[in-house]
């Protein structure tokens, strides 16, 4: 049994930054492929970041966003720096014991609630 909840998100003018958590519980991020998804509405949900052993990036906020692990505090952490309105979404993280394709959220087991990201110009 694995929950994840997401927090951090709010409101930031573009250029801004915001630090999203997925704090994990039931099994540390250590043994867990981790991702952090994406979804606007109307849009289909789309992968942003991920990390098991090396992170992995969408080609669209690869040199902004970072993902990071604190096995300590069993939470992934998504650093989002010059942030765009193109970036507003409500994000997501997920997990899953074992992963096939780490950007396709079908592939993934268990997900969190969400946190909303609004970026304004």
């Known amino acids: 049994q694995v929950h994840l909840v997401e927090s951090g998100g709010g409101q930031v003018q573009a250029g801004g930054s915001l630090r999203l958590s997925c704090a994990a519980s039931?099994?540390?991020?250590?043994?867990?492929?981790i991702g952090w998804f994406r979804q606007a509405p109307g849009k289909e949900r789309e992968f942003v970041a991920g990390?098991?052993?090396?992170?992995y990036y969408a080609g669209s906020v690869k040199g902004r966003f970072s993902i990071s692990r604190d096995t300590a505090k069993n939470t992934v952490y998504l650093q989002m720096n010059s942030l765009k309105s193109e970036d507003t979404a409500v994000y997501y993280c997920?997990?899953?014991?074992?992963?096939?394709?780490?950007?396709?959220?079908?592939?993934?087991?268990?997900w969190g609630q969400g946190t909303q990201v609004t970026v304004s110009s």
């Open positions: 997920a997990t899953s014991p074992t992963i096939g394709r780490w950007d396709t959220p079908s592939d993934y087991t268990y």
């Open positions: 039931g099994r540390t991020v250590d043994d867990y492929y």
């Open positions: 990390i098991h052993f090396d992170p």
